[in-house]
Nanobody, 124 residues
């Protein structure tokens, strides 16, 4: 079983920054594509960002391009960080880490492993 350990999140004022981290642990027999989704109550879940298994490709939602950066840890291939800058109140959501064995899972839109989620709140 693979499970995802999330950290980061919290409360920040608009224009500020936060960093989310996620590590895939357990029976990790390979390097996974990893990323983040977010969801607010009453709305559909939204893909935020994913980095490919090889780390050579990334995919971002239009709403976060230029503000959020996803990267893979050099020492631990199954750990990723989402750096969120210039945060807006509309970025407020529960952010969930995801992982999948596919090299570029954003084309299918299906991710096998999900974290519990961490709250990000941006005040105006």
């Amino acid at each position: 079983q693979v499970y995802l350990i999330e950290s980061g999140g919290g409360l920040v004022q608009a224009g500020g920054s936060l960093r989310l981290s996620c590590e895939a642990a357990g029976r990790t027999r390979m390097t996974y594509s990893m990323g983040w989704f977010r969801q607010v109550p009453g709305a559909e879940r939204e893909h935020v960002a994913t980095i490919s298994r090889a780390g050579s490709a990334t995919n971002y939602a239009d709403s976060v391009k230029g503000r959020f950066t996803i990267s893979r840890d050099n020492a631990n291939n199954n750990m990723v960080t989402l750096q969120m800058n210039s945060l807006k109140p509309e970025d407020t959501a529960v952010y969930s880490c995801v992982a999948d064995a596919a090299p570029t899972p954003w084309f299918r839109g299906v991710y096998e492993y999900w974290g519990q989620g961490t709250q990000v709140t941006v005040s105006s």
